[in-house]
Every structure is written in structure tokens, then in C-alpha cells.
């Protein structure tokens, strides 16, 4: 995910949890944040326990993320590695690991729309040693044909959605069933990772190496105390490459039967 992804994902996230957006620039997001947010993203316990023993007037924060370099702008800058995007994420999970939505589109009594149902989910993947990279990536799996795509969000980004079937349209039935989808998925993401470059394992398991080196000379001529297997151990964990993936979220989403993604 590229900083305008983490621009677009923001924006969904407030917006589908009813904060007010105050600026919404190139590179800056400002959000007037709700009182649930507040709570669950602030960490202000004795401002919330005050306000409800004295009854007075609530007043959420409001916050700007900044997505990119902006001279004389002061916000909080975001990327992939920052805790801030971490704590959304995991707010995510909270109050909306899944989602059900439906494009809002303009049938008729005489012509009702077909909306074709999409799982869709929003993956981070970690490549992780001593050292650590984070991809995020948003996928699509048509629930009618099979059909993949990656990086939707952009793609959603003008659609107008609604949790409300609207009105002159009906849902069409998946031919997939979404468990089966999230496996499709979840193959891809295998493939994909398969085909990657992994530079990145082969110089951390070098660095492993040199260190593992480093510590067999300095027992060359020395008992193999625990002190011995529990450093050897150490080494191990630090520098041993892996892949972890990571389902931030996801849901159904019901989108007009010429709705083409890529």
C-alpha cells in the first residue's frame, strides 16, 4: 500500500464511522472525531470518566494525518510502519471486522437492478528477520465468476455505498462461497509472495551467519554451557527470515452487475 492508499483507507475509516472530515487535502486528512473514536482511540480515560460524572458537554478531538511532506502544515505523518496506523487497525478489528454494503444504484419498478456480490479484504504481509517491511494490500474476489483483483481500494474509492439494499435492486446469490473465496485469496497471496524477490532473506540469513560465527569462535575452546544454547537461540530468533500475513479486515460488497475491477 502506497501513502495515497493509506490516504484513501483513511478517509473510508472515518467516514464509515460517522466522524466529520474538516480538510481533505493532497497528503492531509482532518478529522473531527466522534465520541466513540475518542474513546477508543485517544486514550483520554479521566477526561470521559470527568465529563460523565459532571454531565457537561462532550468535545472530541479533532486529528490531521498527514500522508505526505507538507511545509508549515503540522499534523501526525502516517505510513505503514507508524503506531498510529497499527492502533486503527486494530480498532478495525474492534468495531468493524466485517462489512456488508451495497452500491447505491437507480433501478425501477419495471427494471430492478442485479448487484453482483465481492469478498473483499485488506491484508498487511510482513517480511520479518531482524529487520521488518510491511506491505498492505487490498483484495477482491468476484463471488460470481472467481475473478481476482488487487489494490480495490483505489477502485471503491468514488463509489457511492450503502448498508441498505437500495431500493428497485436485489442481490444476486454467490456461486462461491465466501470461505472458499478467502482461500482463493489467500492462494494468491502465496503466489505472490513465492514470486517476490527474497534478497531480503538470503542478507538477513548472511548477517545470521557472521553472527553465528562470531559466537562459535568465542566458544571454540570453551564448555557449551546453557549460556551458549539460549545466545545460539537468540540468533535464531532474531535473524530467522519469515512471512506473516495478516487479515485486517473485510466484508461483502454487493456492486452493479457492469461495475468492472481490475
Known amino acids: 500500500m502506497q501513502q495515497h492508499d493509506i490516504h484513501h483507507y483513511l478517509e473510508r475509516y472515518f467516514k464509515a ?30 477526561y470521559w470518566h470527568y465529563i460523565e460524572k459532571t454531565g457537561r458537554v462532550a468535545e472530541p478531538m479533532t486529528l490531521t494525518f498527514l500522508t505526505k511532506k507538507i511545509e508549515n502544515e503540522n499534523g501526525e505523518f502516517i505510513h ?45 504481509i510482513s517480511y520479518i528477520s531482524d529487520r521488518k517491511k510491511n506491505h498492505l494490500q487490498s483484495f477482491g474476489l468476484q463471488l ?43 492462494n494468491q497471496i502465496y503466489a505472490q509472495i513465492e514470486n517476490d524477490d527474497h534478497e531480503w532473506a538470503e542478507e538477513a540469513k548472511k548477517r545470521w551467519a557472521n553472527d553465528l560465527n562470531l559466537l562459535e569462535r568465542f566458544y571454540e575452546n570453551k564448555e557449551k554451557t546453557e549460556a551458549y544454547y539460549n545466545e545460539k537461540k ?29
Open 144 to 186: 460470481i465468476t472467481g475473478q481476482v483483483c488487487t489494490n480495490v481500494i483505489e477502485q471503491l474509492e468514488h463509489l457511492r455505498l450503502t448498508p441498505k439494499l437500495p431500493d428497485f435492486s436485489f442481490p444476486l446469490t454467490p456461486l462461491i462461497k465466501p470461505k472458499s473465496g478467502i482461500n482463493r485469496i489467500k
Open 234 to 262: 537468540a540468533l535464531q530468533t532474531q535473524y530467522e527470515p519469515y512471512v506473516n500475513i495478516e487479515v485486517i479486515n473485510g466484508g461483502i460488497l454487493y456492486l452493479h452487475n457492469n461495475r468492472n475491477l481490475s
Open 17 to 46: 464511522n460517522g466522524c466529520e472530515i474538516t480538510r481533505n487535502e493532497d497528503g492531509l486528512l482532518a478529522v473531527k472525531l466522534t465520541v466513540e473514536l475518542d474513546k477508543l482511540l485517544m486514550n483520554r480515560p479521566f
Open 80 to 124: 505503514v510502519g507508524s503506531p498510529r496506523l497499527h492502533q486503527i487497525f486494530q480498532a478495525a478489528k474492534k468495531t468493524a471486522a466485517y462489512i456488508r454494503l451495497y452500491e447505491h444504484v437507480q433501478g425501477s419498478e419495471t427494471a430492478y437492478m442485479p448487484l453482483v456480490p465481492w469478498l473483499m479484504l485488506n491484508v498487511k
